[in-house]
């Protein structure tokens, strides 16, 4: 089964809070944003797939350890 209408606009709000995260440097920003990214992940549908988030956007929920390793890289 894919993705659920709900989970695509909230995989969409996930990847442009990574985009925001992305592009300031403040200390305070980068937090407040980081906490919005844990709340949208933590309350996000169960049908979401994150194998669809575009490349960058899994590469930094790796980065910040948000999202598990792929499977080949273990």
């Known amino acids: 089964m ?5 989970a ?7 990847e442009a809070a990574i985009g925001e995260l992305l592009l300031t440097d ?5 937090q407040g944003i980081l906490e919005k990214i844990r709340h949208l ?3 996000a549908d169960p049908s979401l797939d994150p194998s669809l988030f575009s ?4 590469e930094e ?11 080949d890289a273990q």
Not at 55 to 58: F, G, P, T
């Open 2 to 6: 894919g993705e659920s209408v709900l």
């Open 8 to 14: 695509s606009i909230q995989r969409q709000q996930i």
């Open 26 to 30: 403040d200390y305070y920003i980068r």
């Open 41 to 43: 992940i933590g309350h």
């Open 55 to 58: 490349e960058m956007a899994q």
């Open 61 to 71: 929920l790796r980065a910040l350890r948000l999202l598990p390793a792929p499977p």
